[in-house]
């Protein structure tokens, strides 16, 4: 509300609010002890305290956008693909301005670095790795990107044990022994996975196209996707959920037609 409401009017900034909090996925992810409970408010926050900045120009609310970032990537380290986006925008921002836009970026980094970086000191006293946030990576990746993916989370990974949830992970590092030998650490597995995947990728660009682009269009698609439980069938098993509007593509349209509109009206004035 506050973000739209100093962008477009208190008018506007109720219709966001409304439609947010019709949404059924915030409502029923927040219902849980899961991530995007978390997540969404410091999107949010980081989202505001850039555009504080742009409006105020005081490093303070820099410095507030890079901790709500830091903290966000310590809650999904992907969340890290906003920073070099944030960037472009400062960029963008400092030239209508006439501004240094390269310190402001600097500023930036720095602080999503000094944020997040306690989590890696205690990785590397742990385990002796440094460890930025997490070693999922390797895991996601090859995941998303190997001989019969198709998208879904629907087979084992290699064939090498049972994956279905995070417990599975200890069992399946005890299998990879035999490959990596018995002083395999977790950034090794990671590392091995992550070849996988890339040697996959750099074999066959264009399956890795043609699936990114359809999970891009799930992505975007009117259901969520499931992975350990199937979200779209809980949801119709709602008493309240399965009656509340807006699918996704319907908020996307519409936030996509605001963002327009906005753009026209600055040019405009």
């Not at 506007?12 to 899961?34: M, Q, R, S």
């Not at 120009?57 to 992907?78: C, E, H, Y």
């Not at 460890?131 to 996601?140: E, K, L, R, S």
């Not at 199937?230 to 699918?247: C, G, K, T």
């Amino acid at each position: 509300f506050s973000m739209v409401c100093r962008a477009m009017g208190p008018g506007a900034g109720l219709v966001a609010a409304l439609l947010l909090g019709c949404h059924w996925a915030p409502i029923y992810f927040e219902g849980e002890l899961h991530a995007p409970a978390l997540l969404i408010a410091l999107e949010l926050a980081f989202a505001a305290c850039l555009l504080r900045f742009r409006e105020a120009r005081k490093r303070s609310w820099l410095a507030g956008a890079a901790l709500a970032l830091g903290l966000a990537v310590l809650t999904r380290p992907n969340v890290l693909l906003y920073l070099p986006a944030a960037c472009l925008w400062l960029a963008w921002v400092g030239k209508r301005s006439a501004r240094a836009w390269g310190r402001d970026a600097l500023w930036l980094c720095a602080g999503v670095l000094l944020t997040v970086l306690p989590a890696t000191l205690r990785n590397r006293v742990a385990s002796g790795q440094w460890v930025p946030v997490t070693t999922n990576f390797g895991i996601n990746l090859y995941l998303g990107n190997h001989a019969g993916a198709n998208g879904l989370i629907g087979d084992d990974p290699a064939g090498i044990a049972t994956f279905k949830t995070c417990y599975d992970y200890p069992s399946l590092m005890a299998r990879l022994e035999t490959r990596l030998g018995p002083d395999a650490t977790h950034g090794d597995v990671s590392d091995w996975f992550a070849d996988q995947a890339w040697e996959w990728i750099w074999d066959h660009p264009g399956e890795f196209i043609a699936l990114t682009w359809r999970k891009l269009r799930w992505t975007l698609g009117p259901m969520e996707v499931g992975h350990n439980k199937e979200v779209a069938l809980e949801r119709r098993a709602s008493p309240a959920l399965r009656y509340l509007p807006m699918p996704f593509p319907w908020m996307l349209g519409l936030a996509s037609l605001g963002c327009f509109l906005h753009w026209l009206g600055r040019r405009g004035a």
